[in-house]
Structure formats: structure tokens, C-alpha cells
């Protein structure tokens, strides 16, 4: 990136950097034969953090383990955005028209998909994470399919306010979504997360989220250390800090108890339909990701 766009916005750092390895995964999907999707906005968020960052590439660290973790984890992040993309479609095809996406990174669905006429995008994330996506959309002149309205936002806070204030209608039919996002939050602030989207919804409301249990976070710190090792001042300490929280209780009664009727999907059963099955693991960082349990789950209020 040039001296003097720098200026323009902040390298990203802590959890924000999370982001932009979901992008570089799906910029690698993007490039094959056979995608299934199409972002074609991913590389370019991850040319412009590494030349920020100086990183060679986010792509595999030297131990073989944590290699084999990064294409374990960027395989399932195709298969998690490809489930998340027909959730959305299928929410609008059947009447929502506001969606709400909690934690967007660098999420381009408002760019990339097709909506229906009338359809209201709200991205919420932290200011660092949305100024620096949207100093390159608007590099690549990117113009969303939809109307899509980016709120800068800390969602262990007071959200909903920005949200409403931004035009959210709490009486629409509105289809929710918390991808990559529950794990950066304790359990205090994910139920607290799903109080607020609960007030905010109306019957017939669908919310999708993304599950971890808590060992996987183990792995992942490990992961992201190792990504990150080459940037210019790795801090472990406050990588580790990131993680807070696995789920101990089982997704869809922790949905149930707030209202929510909650179906779970397994990634592993979704990669196979899609004919992308998740890579084999080897190695023991990888297999111990095999005890962790992580769902795909799609709720309604009823
Ligand atoms: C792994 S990325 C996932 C991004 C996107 N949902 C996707 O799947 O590509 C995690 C995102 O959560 C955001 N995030 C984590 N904690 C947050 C908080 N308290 N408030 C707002 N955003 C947060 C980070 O900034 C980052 O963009």
C-alpha cells in the first residue's frame, strides 16, 4: 500500500486481523475452477493487510501441523460463507428484506449477492475493521446490490441504539446473522449479544450463527500465533486474549431458553453436499480440532 493511503486508514491489528484471514480464504476459493462463491473483493483485502502488515503471504506457517490447521480451518470457512450466502438467499427469497450481519469483517454479501429490490444491509463491526474494508471497496469502486448501511460498533455495547438509529425497523421481517463472532465474546457477553437481537426481533425472524466448542479456541490461538509470526511484533499475550470463550451448552437450547427454535448443521455434512469434503486432518494441533464440536445453526422466532 502507498505511503500516502496509509494515512487513510489503521493497519489492522487484534481481532480485526481475524478478518482477513476469512478473506484469504475465500480469495483462494475464488480463484478455482469450481468455487462456490464468488468474492471477487477477498484478494484485494488481503494484498492490501499484508502490504500493511509485511507478511510474504497469510497462507501456511513452517510447522506442517499448523499448515494442515490453516487448510483444515480456510476449508471450512468456504464451506461455513457458502452456507451462510444460501441462509441469506433463501431468507430474502421468503419475504425478509432487512438482514443484519453481526461481526462482518470483510464480509462482501452486500456486494457480491443478489437481493431483492428493497432489501436493507446493516454491517456492524468495529470502526477499524469498516474503515479499512471501505477504503478498498471504494478503491475498487465497488457498488453494493442492495442498500447496505455499515455501523461502527464495539457489540459488547449498547449496539441496538446505532442499529435503530440507522434506520433498523424492529417490526420488519429480518434475517440476523453472527458469523465468526461468538468466540471473541465472553459467555456473559454472547447471552447478553442474544438478549439485544432477541428484543430486536419480531415472530418469524431468522438468526444464524456460528457455534465453536471451547476446544477449538485452543487450536486457533495456536493457529493465529503461528499466522501471525511473521509480522512484525507478534503479541501472544494479547492474541491469546482474543479467544474468550468456547460454548458449553448446547447451541440449540442455549437459542431455545431466548425464544429461538434452532436446527444445527453439521460443516462436515455440508462440505460433502456441496462435493467439497473438509480436507483430512493430520498431525496432533489437527487432530485434537477433532474433538472440537462446531455447528452451522439456522433459528427462528416462532
Ligand atoms: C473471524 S472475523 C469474521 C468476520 C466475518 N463475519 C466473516 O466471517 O468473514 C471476526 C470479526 O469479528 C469482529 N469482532 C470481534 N469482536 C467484536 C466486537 N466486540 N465488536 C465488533 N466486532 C467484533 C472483528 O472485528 C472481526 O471482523
Redesign the pocket.
Known sequence: MAGNQRQEYQVLTG??L??V??AAARAAESQRSDPLFDDPFAADFVTAAEAELSFTNYHPPAAQDTADLWSWVASYAVIRTRFFDDYLRDACAEGCRQVVIL?????TRAFRLSWPAGVRLFE???PE?LTFKDHILTERDATPACQRVAIN????HDWPAALIQAGFYPAAATAWLA???LM??TQHERDQLLERISQLSAPGNRLAIEYNSEYINQTAVQLMIDSLSRSPSPDEAFLKTLWQSGTHEDPTSWLGRHGWQAHEYDAGERAQSYGRPLPAYHGPVVQSALAARRGLIIAQQP
Open positions: 481481532v480485526g481475524t478478518a484471514h476469512v461481526a462482518a469483517g470483510l464480509d456492524l463491526d468495529t475493521v460498533a464495539d457489540l459488547r458469523e465468526g463472532l471473541y465474546l
